[in-house]
T-cell receptor
Framework: GEEVAQTPKHLVRGEGQKAKLYCAPIKGHSYVFWYQQVLKNEFKFLISFQNENVFDETGMPKERFSAKCLPNSPCSLEIQATKLEDSAVYFC???????????FGPGTRLTVL | KNEVEQSPQNLTAQEGEFITINCSYSVGISALHWLQQHPGGGIVSLFMLSSGKKKHGRLIATINIQEKHSSLHITASHPRDSAVYICAVRGGATNKLIFGTGTLLAVQP
């Protein structure tokens, strides 16, 4: 597609439940990035992929967070056993090549109660 | 201290005013991005630059690599420019973005 698509738009989970977020990058884009926006303006990088390979995972809380980008499927970000502090907006972005402009999806707002 | 600092944090302007938002960074970068986040939450990429100056409509972005500083200018501001403007830098080794804390701009009619 011409835009980065993210689903769902909103997700509500009870503490301890699993959350799974999806991202479809722009067609032809090789790189996918996940960012977490906590509060209003605090962005944190989580992980990036080059096609289906993890490119940089230095921002991922390894214990409960995992992510995949499989061929012919949307990329996914999964949080096992969600905690209150996981409440945030999760943005996915894609770029055609490594150093190109990144285009952002609309985000998924995760609320953990 | 944050690796990317923006100023001011909040800015209120009257319609028609010339606006400047500043960004300073302390890390080596391969590019700097200016992003706009609307009240609804969507993020739009305004500029990506690694040297000099870029212009798009009423928006101008400049960067000084030696001084590790960038500015975003809005000429003839309009209420529809009201949004959060975010500076983000991309490091040389990886292509992840490091974000500033944003500038909340309100343009009053």
């Amino acid at each position: 597609g011409e835009e980065v698509a993210q689903t769902p738009k909103h997700l509500v989970r009870g503490e301890g439940q699993k959350a799974k977020l999806y991202c479809a990058p722009i067609k032809g884009h090789s790189y996918v990035f996940w960012y977490q926006q906590v509060l209003k303006n605090e962005f944190k990088f989580l992980i990036s992929f080059q096609n289906e390979n993890v490119f940089d995972e230095t921002g991922m809380p390894k214990e409960r967070f995992s992510a995949k980008c499989l061929p012919n499927s949307p990329c996914s970000l999964e949080i096992q056993a969600t905690k209150l502090e996981d409440s945030a907006v999760y943005f996915c972005a894609s770029s055609q090549f490594r150093h190109n402009e990144q285009f952002f999806g609309p985000g998924t707002r995760l609320t953990v109660l | 201290k944050n690796e990317v600092e923006q100023s001011p944090q909040n800015l209120t302007a009257q319609e028609g005013e010339f606006i400047t938002i500043n960004c300073s960074y302390s890390v080596g970068i391969s590019a700097l991005h200016w992003l706009q986040q609307h009240p609804g939450g969507g993020i739009v990429s305004l500029f990506m630059l690694s040297s000099g100056k870029k212009k798009h409509g009423r928006l101008i972005a400049t960067i000084n690599i030696q001084e590790k500083h960038s500015s975003l200018h809005i000429t003839a501001s309009h209420p529809r420019d009201s949004a959060v403007y975010i500076c983000a830098v991309r490091g040389g080794a990886t292509n992840k973005l490091i974000f500033g804390t944003g500038t909340l701009l309100a343009v009053q009619p």
